[in-house]
């Protein structure tokens, strides 16, 4: 299996404004290069915004045009979540965009209800895993970094990917938090976070990382504004395993998802 190359677009996000941000996303994914994959932050067309009805679009919308655009430029996978409208619902909606138009898409679980996203967004109901050169990646959102539970199966994910608009005021948890997936499921994990300040006034530190499976620090993109790549070696991964199979104890259970 091939190693594989990440792009950690850690950026400002407009507020409610969704054709400056994928104005700016655009200038920013055209100085990557060489990329597997290229990461977005939660919400990146809009910030996070609890203007459900006002802001979301369809899947056939502007939004997911311009993912099929990106990634079929770079030819390289792009993702992150944005607000997805179905019927009358509303979903904070994580989506894979594959440069040959083809796409699946993750609705956050976990809503967070201390900024009452729970009153207006519709949770999701099942995880997505998704398979690229060999690697098996977990896409979640923000809030669900907090619920091991759903993250959770050792030594069969081979990626985490937690997109986010996580506060600079909990920055300490957003660490803690990422380095302790990456432990317990022996499993790299990256986490993309926004930098600047939002509508509600809530200030965003970056801190965007990715960790190995023994929880150690590859890359920190810090408090700034940043486009980093970095090179997961495949390698490592499997004989971390083999050395120390613990995932080979990890108890046995199934989620009721009511």
Known sequence: MQDLTLALVQTELVWEDAAANR??????????????????PEM????????SAALAEPMEGPTVAWMKEQARA??????????AREADRFFNRFVW???????????????????????????GRSRLVVEL????????????????????????????LYVA????????????????????NQAYVAGLNRVGVDGNGLNYCGSSLVTDFSGETIVDLGAHADVRTVRLARDPLEAWRADFP?????????????
């Not at 104005?23 to 977005?40: H, K, N, T």
Request: net charge negative; charged share 25%; aromatic share 12%.
């Open 23 to 40: 104005e700016r996303l655009g200038g920013l994914l055209s100085d990557v290069a060489d990329a597997d994959v290229a990461i977005l």
């Open 74 to 83: 770079g030819g390289r996978v792009v993702c992150g979540s944005f607000i």
């Open 165 to 184: 608009n996580w506060p600079a005021r909990r920055d300490q948890h957003w660490r803690t938090l990422l380095a302790a997936r990456a432990i317990e």
């Open 97 to 123: 965009m594959r440069p040959d138009g083809t796409f699946e898409h993750y609705d956050k679980r976990h809503l967070f209800r201390m900024a009452d996203e729970h009153r207006h967004y519709a949770e």
């Open 246 to 258: 613990a995932h080979l104890d990890a108890d046995r259970y199934s989620i009721d998802v009511t």
């Open 44 to 51: 990146f067309s809009t910030g996070f915004s609890m203007a």
């Open 133 to 160: 050169g060999g690697w098996k990646i977990c896409p979640l959102v923000c809030y669900d970094l907090r619920f091991p539970v759903w993250s959770r199966a050792a030594g069969t994910i081979d990626l985490y």
